[in-house]
C-alpha cells in the first residue's frame, strides 16, 4: 500500500509501502514529527534550520517564524525511542525591510552573543519576486552592550544610513531597518516557454560563517551570512530553472548580489505550482554542516546532494510517495534531514526527519 501521513492522535508515523525506481538508492525510514504549526492550514513557503538542526526559521507568504525542534525521549519515551517535536513555533518581530513584501525563502545564522554563551538569531528572507534579501531579527534582541557581535543599528550610524540610500550606486534599497541587498538578475535566463527565470530558493552555508567567529567575538560590525573579503562563499541561490549559483558581493556595489560560480545548471523547470495549484514550493535547498548543499529535484520526488565547495556529486536518494501530498521543503543537521510535506489541497503540513544517508554522512563526518 501507499504510505500514509496520518499517525493517530498526531504521533509520528512511519514510512512504508511503494517507492519509485528512477532512482536506485533510497532514504533511510523517516517519521512524521510532532508539529505545532502556527495554525491548522499553515503552508511554509521557507523553511530553514541552523547547523544543529534545532533552531528553525519558517516564513508563510508574508509573516517570518522562529521555533524549536526538541528530543522528547529521555524527558517521556525513555532512551529506547525517539520522538521529536518542533514546537514554540512564534512569530518573528516585525521586520521594517519586508514590510508589504511578499516572501519565497529565509535562510538562517545563529551565533553566540559577545561574551556569552547565549545564542541569538537572524533570517536572511528572500523577497520581491526573488531579487531581495533582507535581513531581520528573529528575536527580540538585547541590549546593545549584550549584543556587541551583531550589526550595529543603521539608524544609529549615519555612514550606514549614507550608503543604504545611494541605491542606486550600490545596488542597496532604501527601507530603513535591517540590510537589504539586491541580487542582480542580469544573468537570469530569458523565458522557457510561458516561465522566466526567477530565483525562488536561498541557503545559507554557516560553516563559510565560521570564519568570522573571531570578528564577532571581538564585537567587529560585519555583515552575517555574506561574502566577506577573500571571497568566503557563504549564500548559494536556487532558480526555478534549476539552476544552482553562489552568490558574492559585487566588487563595487557593495549591496548588489552576483553570480561566483555555478554549482548545477542542467535545465529542470519548476514553476512551484506543477502538482496543486494550491501549494507554492520555494524552500528547496539546504546546507548542512560541512558545506554540502542538499535539493529537493526530480519534480520534488528526490533528495540530491553535492559539495557546495567543488560542485561534487555525492549522491541522490528517492523519497517516498505520500498519497495526496507533495514534498515542498526541507532543512537539516545534526545527522537528519527534516522535509515538509503539503496535502494538495493546501489543508495540511507535516514534517518529517530522515536520517542522513550513510554515504552523505561519511562525507560529512557526523558521529553515530
Known amino acids: 500500500g501507499e504510505a500514509s501521513a496520518d499517525g493517530a492522535g498526531g504521533m509520528a508515523s512511519f514510512f ?9 538508492d533510497f532514504l ?5 514529527m510532532l508539529t505545532e504549526w ?46 521529536f517535536r518542533l514546537t514554540g513555533v512564534t512569530p518573528a518581530p516585525i521586520c521594517p525591510a519586508l514590510e508589504g513584501q511578499a516572501t519565497r525563502d529565509v535562510g538562517i545564522v545563529c551565533e553566540a552573543l559577545h561574551g556569552t554563551p547565549q545564542k541569538t538569531c537572524k533570517a536572511l528572507v528572500l523577497h520581491e519576486r526573488g531579487t531581495q534579501l533582507a535581513e531581520c531579527d528573529l528575536m527580540k534582541q538585547p541590549p546593545p552592550a549584550a549584543a556587541g557581535s551583531w550589526s550595529r543599528s543603521l539608524e544609529s550610524d549615519p555612514a550606514e544610513m549614507g550608503a543604504r540610500t545611494a541605491s542606486s550606486q550600490d545596488g542597496a534599497t532604501g527601507e530603513e531597518g535591517g540590510r537589504v541587498w539586491r541580487i542582480s538578475t542580469d544573468w537570469l535566463r530569458t523565458a522557457q516557454g510561458a516561465i522566466a527565470e526567477e530565483v525562488v530558493s536561498v541557503a545559507i552555508d554557516n ?3 565560521r570564519s568570522l567567529s573571531r570578528s564577532l567575538a571581538e564585537g567587529k560590525d560585519v555583515e552575517l551570512a555574506l561574502p566577506q573579503e577573500g571571497g568566503n562563499w557563504c549564500i548559494i541561490a536556487g532558480t526555478n530553472h534549476g539552476r544552482l549559483v553562489r552568490l558574492r558581493r559585487h566588487a563595487r556595489k557593495r549591496r548588489l548580489l552576483v553570480p561566483a ?3 548545477w545548471s542542467i535545465l529542470e523547470i519548476d514553476d512551484g505550482r506543477r502538482k496543486s495549484p494550491e501549494v507554492i514550493t520555494t524552500s528547496l535547498l539546504h546546507v548542512l554542516p560541512g558545506g554540502k548543499l542538499v535539493n529537493l529535484r526530480n519534480d520534488r520526488r ?10 561534487r556529486i555525492i549522491g541522490e536518494w528517492r523519497l517516498p510517495d505520500i498519497s495526496g501530498h ?17 496535502r494538495l489541497d493546501g489543508n495540511r503540513a507535516d514534517l518529517w526527519r530522515f536520517p542522513v544517508p550513510p554515504q552523505l554522512r561519511d562525507v560529512i563526518g557526523f558521529n553515530g
Open 302 to 311: 528526490s533528495v540530491h546532494a553535492l559539495d557546495a565547495g567543488t560542485g
Open 207 to 209: 560553516d563559510c560563517n
Open 38 to 83: 502556527p495554525s491548522e492550514r499553515f503552508q511554509p513557503w521557507g523553511f530553514s534550520s541552523d547547523p544543529t538542526g534545532r533552531r528553525i526559521a519558517i516564513s508563510d507568504e508574508f509573516q517570518l517564524y522562529f521555533g524549536f525542534v526538541e528530543d522528547l525521549n529521555a524527558a517521556t519515551f525513555g532512551e529506547e525511542m525517539s520522538i
Open 28 to 32: 533511510p525510514e523517516g517519521e512524521r
Open 326 to 342: 507533495t514534498w515542498s521543503a526541507l532543512a537539516g543537521g545534526d545527522g537528519d534531514l527534516q522535509i515538509v510535506s503539503q
Open 261 to 263: 560560480g555555478v554549482l
Open 16 to 24: 512504508s509501502g511503494p517507492r519509485d525506481t528512477s532512482v536506485n
